[in-house]
């Protein structure tokens, strides 16, 4: 029998890729989604992976099942066990599907989903003998924060190293300058060892250096330049002209704006 080969700390990337048993391949969603069909094709084995595309296309769907196969609570937050992946990854979908890790495991980790933040600062801030030190946020209770103010300095006090971080739409809670520093500590951190995996609409996230961009969709899978991006497209041509772009969104409604007095 093959010896199991020993996992040690050091720098990413830890997730590598996807392996899927096409014989426990199910029926209805997830398995439908065209992404999903084709996740072998992703590779995922360098420091920053974007995951680009229109809502539905399953980039949140994606992340949820590596995020499981790889030890993180449902609602997100830090990895169990003292930030240890498992020795041999979890199998997902009923077996279909497992990530194909590379020899080396993350100190920590953190998974990140814009919709269960709350419950995760709420658990940072409750005092509970299981919760992390408030000093390692910064100090300042979560919820004390605006919801940008407390992911950023989540992002701040705990992105780091020899970490593995899945990062869903974290744009929702921030500003544009918000968004600019998440990119700064995403490539401090990427620089120091860490392996991000990111699923986003944002154009300044995109713009990450060195970063890989797949984009997922109707037909499957592919890796993007950025300037071919819709997201960074239409973000382009809204700036250049505003006004078309929302004249076009609502030309089919049949009742005119109610009359606005001057400022």
């Keep these: 029998m093959a010896k199991r080969a020993i996992r040690r700390f050091g720098p990413g990337p830890y997730v590598l890729g996807f392996a899927r048993d096409q014989?426990?391949?199910?029926?209805?969603f997830p398995f439908d989604l065209p992404?999903?069909?084709?996740?072998?094709?992703?590779?995922?084995?360098?420091?920053?992976?974007?995951?680009?595309?229109?809502?539905?296309?399953?980039?949140?769907?994606?992340?949820e099942l590596v995020a499981e196969a790889i030890g993180f609570a449902a609602q997100g937050g830090e990895l169990e066990r003292s930030g240890e992946l498992p020795a041999v990854p979890r199998t997902v979908l009923g077996g279909a599907l497992a990530p194909v890790l590379s020899s080396h495991k993350p100190r920590n980790g953190y998974y990140l989903r814009a919709e269960s933040f709350f419950n995760v600062a709420e658990f940072v801030d409750s005092g509970d003998r299981y919760a992390p030190d408030i000093s390692l946020y910064g100090n300042v209770p979560l919820h004390r924060q605006s919801h940008g103010e407390s992911f950023?300095?989540?992002?701040?006090?705990?992105?780091?190293?020899?970490?593995?971080?899945?990062?869903?739409?974290p744009e929702a809670a921030l500003s544009v300058t918000g968004a600019?520093?998440?990119?700064?500590?995403?490539?401090r951190a990427a620089r120091a060892g860490a392996q991000f995996l990111i699923a986003t609409h944002s154009p300044i996230l995109l713009a990450c250096p060195d970063a890989r961009i797949i984009e997922l969709n109707d037909t499957g899978i592919r890796p993007?330049?950025?300037?071919?991006?819709?997201?960074?497209?239409?973000?382009?041509?809204?700036?250049?002209?505003?006004?078309r772009y929302v004249h076009a969104a609502l030309e089919d409604l049949d009742t005119p704006w109610p009359s606005v007095p001057p400022a």
């Design 23 to 28: 014989a426990l391949w199910g029926e209805g």
């Design 35 to 63: 992404a999903l069909s084709a996740i072998e094709q992703l590779r995922v084995d360098v420091p920053v992976t974007l995951l680009a595309g229109e809502n539905g296309a399953g980039k949140s769907t994606i992340l």
């Design 152 to 169: 950023l300095a989540l992002a701040a006090n705990r992105f780091g190293g020899e970490s593995v971080y899945l990062l869903d739409e």
């Design 180 to 187: 600019l520093a998440l990119l700064a500590v995403i490539v």
């Design 224 to 243: 993007r330049a950025y300037d071919d991006l819709d997201a960074v497209r239409l973000t382009r041509g809204f700036l250049d002209a505003p006004e």
